[in-house]
């Protein structure tokens, strides 16, 4: 499974980009997806997830009410909405997908990675 991010770039405060995760090759029908950050000289932390059939999402604290996560399965597409940007959001943020069990915020419980997509956002 391969997992491409797309989206970011330099964002002014307040702005509104999406975040889009294409999964390709041997894809599951269905499968859990979540988008991590990190920003520069921080860990890598959750920012939200969804699971398979898209009904169930979870958000980490600080974007919950900004940001929406959502899904295509027909275009095996993961997007993230993202509104009312802080600088504080700007970090590379990451697709992860196929939930191999425990927590939904945890990275270590995602079997595949997608390279990532810087988000800048100027004040």
């Known amino acids: 499974v391969q997992l491409q991010a797309s989206g970011g770039g330099l964002v002014q405060a307040g702005g509104s980009p999406r975040l889009s995760c294409v999964a390709s090759?041997?894809?599951?029908?269905?499968?859990?997806a979540g988008w991590f950050r990190q920003a520069p000289g921080k860990e890598r932390e959750f920012v939200a997830a969804?699971?398979?059939?898209?009904?169930?999402?979870w958000y980490e604290d600080s974007v919950k009410g900004r940001f929406t996560i959502s899904r295509d399965n027909a275009k095996n597409t993961v997007y993230l909405q993202m509104n009312s940007l802080k600088p504080e959001d700007t970090a590379v943020y990451s697709c992860a997908a196929v939930l191999m069990g425990g927590a939904v915020n945890s990275h270590g419980s995602y079997a595949y990675w997608g390279q990532g997509t810087l988000v800048t956002v100027s004040s």
């Open positions: 969804i699971s398979r059939s898209g009904g169930s999402t």
């Open positions: 090759g041997r894809t599951p029908s269905r499968y859990a």
